[in-house]
């Protein structure tokens, strides 16, 4: 691939990133599912820094709120509010190293969850905006409301194809909170969610991102700033949406959307390039070792065993045991005091069939 063509991949994907962070049809799937399309995989660290450059527009845009609340951070309401949003963050640190730490969970990568989660978000929406229709909105957040919208952002990480912004909203509406209220409350809890994730995620993979030499730091820098830039339309353009309308339009999209990949994925028409790179080549039922041996260019053959008659003594010649007619054994046991009865434990390995009859047997020596 030349370096126009990659570059414009990487301004797609920042592009994707933009549009899809705070809409609620997850930017995690979007990517995903970009990135399958284009033929690529960009690395973690890419992914996780682009969206930090999508929750930089938010910083932006509510920058003026923001300086608000810390400078009257002496009155109450102000001080609640900031201890709010840094309740919903502390409630979704903790459960993330929790899942992601202590119990090990590795996050899936391919595409069939992602269709999933796109799928059953819909349906959520939809419910939850049935469900809103009969509840008694209410401006203000309530402490227990801030445990509820930081434990929509774990959902989303769970989940790729959740949506952070969405699950996040959908979660506060299905506790009585206004959709402009619960959408700015949202955007201003994942300013530090989403610094903090990028910040681990560069700490995490430092030696990768030094290994990998400049060009990924220059992806990751045109990704990070392509994103912030679309996204400061998108949020701007959202904002003025969740005045006077509701989220049945995204989920309408994630049906389709799911819907569509799902079909796809299990009818093969669109492959699900990470489970097929990690299948294995060799059915359950094949031995590794004839596994290994299916190549024979790649594949070394087995050394053959001595020949060297010199210095291999030949195998006594196998006779009928007269004790037991139906028994092979050396000759070497008939001149025993114990009848042998079992020729698998004196025998060399020469294959002989244990009870296959001789017709014309030699005579053996000192009979």
Known sequence: MDSLSHYLQIVLL????????????????????????????????????????AILAVLFIYWQRITDLFS??????ARDYLL???LA????????????????IKLPESLTPVAWATFIGGLVIFAIEFLAKNLYPHEDISWFEAVVVGTGQVIAAIFPGASRSGSTIMAGMAVGMKRPSVTQFSFLVGIPT?????????????????GAGHQLIIDTALGFVVSGIVAFFVVKWLLRFV??????????YRVILGGVLLIGLYTKAIPDVTNEVA???????????????????TTPPKPLPATNVESV????????NPASPATWAPASAQNSAAPATNADSSMPATNFPRALPVTNAPPAAGQ
Request: net charge neutral; charged share 15%.
């Open 243 to 252: 005045q006077s309308h509701t989220f049945n339009g995204f989920a309408l």
């Open 279 to 297: 299948k294995p080549t060799a059915t359950p039922l094949m031995a590794p070792a004839l596994t290994l041996a299916t190549n024979p260019e």
């Open 84 to 86: 709010k949003i840094g």
């Open 89 to 104: 963050f502390l409630v979704t640190t903790v459960l993330i190293l929790l899942i992601t730490v202590k119990l090990k």
């Open 14 to 53: 920042g592009i994707v990133e933009g549009v899809t962070e705070f809409l609620p049809i997850s930017s995690t799937g979007h990517l995903l599912i970009a990135e399958h399309w284009l033929g690529t995989q960009e690395p973690d660290i890419f992914n996780v820094v682009i969206q930090a450059g």
């Open 72 to 77: 009257n951070i002496d009155k109450r309401e």
């Open 194 to 210: 989403m610094f903090a994730a990028s910040a681990y995620a560069t700490f995490k993979d430092r030696k990768d991102l030094h």
């Open 313 to 320: 003594p030949p195998a006594p010649l196998p006779v009928l």
